[in-house]
């Protein structure tokens, strides 16, 4: 039983403002984190583990954590190994810079692949940079997978996985056979720190490994990215509101806009 | 799935138009983007083509074609009439194999972003998800979209590129209210496809409860709010409790030791959308600004006139908000 883990880094919101009259983001402190929505799917992950070893599973379920991106995304790699993944592989290589989704999709299916497939392949719905949501079925196309959306729940028994899952405004339950790709909401789990002793080893006793496009077998064409970032765009600036002398002055304002 | 190419070279614009389950007609969603291709449709020469797909399809193609169709595709067929998506998968691959179209509009709902990145990845083509505004670049001959980073404090701005058919998907407002034109003329013709129920087979689904994990300030109408600035949190307590109103803050507030983790509105902790969001002592920066855009009636005060709180507050006093929340607590006390 292999299951898989894709994580993000996401730029810290803690470390940046954003200026809409000078339509500028201004980063005071350029920190990277792991998502939230990552942070879910590994501990999502390790339930799974846990489950499945407390009920005695053929061979014990093994946690690969993946991720792509630039030297930084090490740390990330490392936290996911703290939070439970046994191996964690970094797709890293000059040629990922210009990645989006689509070519990020090719290298994690191709890394999969080269893993010797997953039975199961967790991911954040929504991550909290871009919350596109555009990776988890991309990712399953390129495996050929069916792919559950916005998991809040997930259990696996029998060689299936049983899902509930959030549509609109309502759950629905199903179960479908592993292979599967699985999205799920951060909203829907708590989220949960890494413990500092694991987090400790991570960095002094475990290693990640880095496989490159060419590790991976990818063409020139699978490197190609379909979509590419231009720059940012600001909504218009916040006005004023109105400013007030005193807190007589406020009780009225509130009473008369009725909020009070 | 190995890549699929198209014999052709791509052109036009296509929009996959969802219909509204109870009416069975086009949803507005789908006539605004239809009128947002019929636009770059103008610019560009193309034809915009509309594919609606179903089971005991009623005739939906006179709105679509108001809005700024040319052409609209019948899909009728009872493998689309759920909305498990592997026969939708195939069913629009085989239109777009047959058509090669070269940019293909799909709402941003939870069935426009299941099938746009898949066929997106199926064609080795771009997408730009969830754009709150696009349009076709007649240079590049792209998409370029506008889509929220962080909540929409910005926007990314992302360009598609061909010569791969070009994906985005639209979320309302992102065209604006269609234009519909009573005297357009344009065609409707049904499309025949072998559609099977495929090979994911997921077990009977079946309607479940579930409970949520409810955010503690999910439901609270009223909220105080502290940050760094605050003076004497004691008197925010008072006030909080007098106006019945929840006790939170900004993130910095925990090194403050005024609240823990659970409390903080912001990126990093809650989104709230109370009645009543009275921030005293909070800078507001963007992470907190985040948090709070969904308020009804923001009230701030804080020492410094130029703090950004102040261009979110519906009512703003520049002051000591200790003083502040104390008089205001006598005064607000018996509402």
Known sequence: MKIVVCVKQVLDPRGFTVN?????????????????????????????????????????????????????????????????????????????????????????????????GADLVLLGARSLDTSSGELPPRLAE????????????????????????KHGDSFTRFSTPLPVVVSVIPEAFETGYASGWRLMDAYKKWSVEAWSAADLS????????????????????????????????LAEILRRERVI | ??????????????????????????????????????????????????VVLGSDLP??????????????YLVDHPAVASLAVEPWLKALSDVFLAQSPEFVLFGATPLGGELAPRLAQRFGGGLIARCVSLRVDDFDRAFVGRRAAYGGEYYEVVATSGPAPQFATALPDCFGPPYMDASRFGETEGVELELERGAWSVGESEVVEFEMPVPKLKNAR????????????????????????????????????????????????????????????IRGDTMHAFGIQDARCVVAVHPDPDAPIFKQADAGIVGDPAKVAGELMKLLRDT
């Open chain 2, 222 to 281: 009223r909220i105080v709010s502290v940050g760094r600035q605050v003076g004497d949190v004691e008197a925010a307590k008072r006030l909080a409790s007098a106006i019945g109103a929840e006790f939170a803050g900004a993130r910095e507030a925990i090194d403050e030791g005024y609240i823990d983790e659970s409390w903080v509105v912001g990126i990093t902790g809650e989104r709230v959308g109370p009645d009543l969001y009275i921030a005293l002592g």
């Open chain 2, 59 to 72: 005739d939906v193609s006179a709105s679509l074609i108001q809005a700024g169709a040319d052409r609209v």
């Open chain 2, 1 to 50: 799935m190995a890549r699929l190419s198209l014999s052709e070279i791509p052109h036009d614009i296509w929009v996959v138009a969802e219909l509204d389950a109870e009416h069975r007609e086009p949803t507005p969603l789908a006539l605004e983007m239809t009128y947002g291709a019929r636009m770059a449709a103008d610019l560009m020469g193309f034809y915009v083509k509309v």
């Open chain 1, 20 to 116: 809409r009259k000078a339509e500028k983001v201004f980063v005071n402190r350029e920190e990277y984190v792991l998502d939230p929505a990552s942070n879910v799917a590994l501990r999502v992950a390790s339930t799974v583990k846990s489950a499945l070893e407390a009920s005695n599973g053929a061979t014990p379920p093994e946690i690969v954590a993946m991720s792509l991106g630039p030297d930084r995304v090490d740390d990330a790699l490392r936290e996911a190994m703290a939070f439970g993944a046994g191996r964690a592989i970094h797709l890293k290589d000059a040629a990922f810079e210009s990645a989006d989704a689509m070519v990020a999709a090719h290298a994690l299916a191709a890394a999969i692949g080269k893993l010797g």
């Open chain 1, 142 to 165: 390129a495996l050929d997978l069916p792919h559950a959306a916005n998991a809040v729940s997930l259990d696996v028994r029998e060689g299936r996985a049983w899902i509930v899952a």
């Open chain 1, 218 to 249: 990818m063409t020139e064409d699978d490197l190609r990215p379909g979509a590419v970032k231009k720059g940012e765009a600001f909504p218009a600036e916040r006005q004023f509101g109105t400013r007030v002398g005193d807190a007589a002055e």
